[in-house]
T-cell receptor, first 114, second 114 residues
Framework: GDSVTQMEGPVTLSEEAFLTINCTYTATGYPSLFWYVQYPGEGLQLLLKATKADDKGSNKGFEATYRKETTSFHLEKGSVQVSDSAVYFC?????????????FGAGTRLAVHP | DVKVTQSSRYLVKRTGEKVFLECVQDMDHENMFWYRQDPGLGLRLIYFSYDVKMKEKGDIPEGYSVSREKKERFSLILESASTNQTSMYLCASNGADRANEKLFFGSGTQLSVL
């Protein structure tokens, strides 16, 4: 079945450092790809998405490009802030059976220090 | 502002109790989901519903049941709570078509079974 694999955390960075969180996927068909973020004590919220190959999703300085040839959707940010500390989840859409289900990776915790 | 509301933020129950977790969405979404979130395991789908009175098992349905009597409300039921059901439970909803595949999440219910 479809699946998502993302790098294990925690990832610890200093403020203004460059961030990469790796995400690869296995899927039949052409899923949409997502990054969700979970701040402490909150539910998940959509950070960015891409719906087809070579699309780039971006939001709040974060970017990810849908790479079909490498089945990847890595999250990047050029200069992280303390307020970016959160858990980040990569996900893909599974439309088997005609339903809009999302399959999530295990999550990567990011801690940014001043 | 669109909302998915979970009835309790924290819940403490005893082994063997019957537990109800309630979720309400105000976006007229067809699909509603219950996930559990555990450290290192990410989000795992318990059950989902694609219409009133309709339900499908997710990846880990054992020990759980669900009820959807109205479109806006989706309940998760633990028939006889056990300690291994201590977890964060997240409710989510989305639409039936690809244009509305984005999942909206509630804030979560942290359930402790003693």
């Amino acid at each position: 079945g479809d699946s998502v694999t993302q790098m294990e955390g925690p990832v610890t960075l200093s403020e203004e450092a460059f961030l990469t969180i790796n995400c690869t996927y296995t899927a039949t068909g052409y899923p949409s790809l997502f990054w969700y973020v979970q701040y402490p004590g909150e539910g998940l919220q959509l950070l960015l998405k891409a719906t087809k190959a070579d699309d780039k999703g971006s939001n709040k300085g974060f970017e990810a490009t849908y790479r079909k040839e490498t089945t990847s959707f890595h999250l990047e940010k050029g200069s992280v802030q303390v307020s970016d500390s959160a858990v980040y989840f990569c996900a893909l859409s599974d439309r088997s059976g005609g339903y809009n289900k999302l399959i999530f990776g295990a999550g990567t915790r990011l801690a940014v220090h001043p | 502002d669109v909302k998915v509301t979970q009835s309790s933020r924290y819940l403490v129950k005893r082994t063997g109790e019957k537990v109800f977790l309630e979720c309400v969405q105000d976006m007229d979404h067809e699909n509603m989901f219950w996930y559990r979130q555990d450290p290192g395991l990410g989000l795992r789908l318990i059950y989902f519903s694609y219409d009133v009175k309709m339900k499908e098992k997710g990846d880990i349905p054992e020990g759980y049941s669900v009820s959807r009597e109205k479109k806006e409300r989706f309940s998760l039921i633990l028939e006889s709570a056990s300690t291994n059901q201590t977890s964060m439970y997240l409710c989510a909803s989305n639409g039936a078509d690809r244009a509305n595949e984005k999942l909206f999440f509630g804030s979560g219910t942290q359930l402790s079974v003693l």
